[in-house]
């Protein structure tokens, strides 16, 4: 079976081809526009610019996607309908629906926090019951799934998900958008030095809170630096950067031990596009063999958004012969939550 992937909740427009079977899955091809040039200049994603790069780019995407295929070899249409931006979500739906008409082929709706954590059979071998910490730009949860199809959110972001941190904080601190990589690559200058952020651990809930941690770097810079950004050092800015990732990483790390022990998770997936950040992974696995816990990732290339994921979820949906969906039907939901289809 050929499942065309088509996601474009944010600021990638991206398509796939996976190919499903009796052997298992497989990414036949998967590929990623990513608008960061269009949106750095404002040091975040400017929803009306999206969809009409989205728009602009998306056929391009489709027929990288399908390489030399034609569009009636494909099987099923997989799009993702929420959660995002709605402009965005409706370029994507609309050209899903389309080609599924034209086609007369089946269409799946996808959540994307689903797809994020989809994105970990891509590669590996991992079978529910098992915790998620999806963690991106817009979604900082806790999730069991306890099999595929059948979740339960244990904890979610009560203000800024962790990637929106790293970008906000990469914004105050003139660095360019996303944030995240940046933060990621300035952590690592020599010389560095720690400023004692604060970790938001609430210990009483399993929910997350960035806020206060970023308000805590803004007051950091404005009583340390009167003068402002500009006459900054740069080993200032990359400890400051060094010192936030690291309070990031710590309040994540161990949230997520803390719920895997309580629910007695003996795997946890660690998913969504703060999950490249490789000074996260190294804590996490050096966390994971402390208490026992398998730790799994996606590649860093399927943390962030892309459609091999989305494609992955439609697989599985259609596997599921319970599931049909009428093409015109479809919707989508800038806050969808994550339900169960199982
Ligand atoms: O999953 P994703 O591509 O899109 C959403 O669903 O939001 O995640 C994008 C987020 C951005 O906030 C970006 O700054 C963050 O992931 N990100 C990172 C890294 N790479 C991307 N955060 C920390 N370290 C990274 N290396
Ligand atoms: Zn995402």
């Not at 027929?63 to 009636?72: D, M, S």
Request: glycine letters at 8%; charged letters at 25%; hydrophobic letters at 40%.
């Amino acid at each position: 079976m050929l499942i065309l992937g088509i996601e474009t909740s944010c600021d990638e427009t991206s398509s796939a081809i996976l190919e499903g079977g009796h052997g298992g899955i497989k990414i036949i091809s998967n590929v990623v526009f990513s608008q960061e040039k269009i949106h750095s200049k404002f040091f975040g994603v400017v929803p009306e610019f999206a969809s009409r790069a989205h728009l602009e780019k998306i056929n391009w995407v489709i027929e990288k996607a399908l390489g030399g295929k034609k569009l009636n070899q494909i099987d099923a249409v997989s799009v993702t309908v929420g959660p995002g931006l709605m402009g965005s979500l409706l370029v994507g739906k609309t050209v899903a629906q389309t080609i599924a008409y034209v086609l007369n082929k089946p269409i799946v709706p996808v959540n994307h926090i689903e797809g994020h954590i989809f994105s970990i059979f891509l590669e590996n071998k991992i079978k529910p019951p098992f915790l998620a910490l999806v963690v991106s730009g817009g979604h900082t949860e806790l999730v069991i799934v306890e099999k595929i199809g059948r979740y339960k959110v244990i904890g979610k972001t009560r203000d800024d998900a962790a990637g929106e941190a790293f970008d906000k904080v990469a914004k105050l601190l003139n660095l360019k958008y996303p944030g995240g990589p940046e933060i990621e690559r300035l952590s690592k200058t020599e010389g560095n030095y720690n400023i004692n952020f604060p970790r938001p651990y609430m210990p009483e809930t399993f929910d997350f809170s960035f806020s206060g941690l970023k308000t805590a770097v803004v007051y950091y810079v404005r009583d340390n630096f009167p003068e402002g950004i500009k006459k900054m050092k740069l080993i200032d800015i990359s400890s400051i950067c060094y010192s936030f990732q690291k309070a990031v990483i710590d309040t994540l790390v161990w949230k997520t031990i803390m719920a895997s022990k309580k629910f007695n998770m003996k795997k946890v997936v660690v998913c969504g596009g703060v999950s490249a950040n490789m000074a996260l992974r190294e804590e996490f696995v050096l966390s994971g063999k402390k208490e026992k816990i398998d730790i799994y990732f996606p590649s860093r290339k399927l943390s962030t958004d892309n459609a091999a994921m989305i494609a992955c979820v439609g697989y599985y949906k259609i596997k599921n012969a319970k599931f049909k969906i009428k093409n015109l039907e479809i919707k989508v939901d800038p806050n969808l939550k994550l339900t169960n289809w199982q």
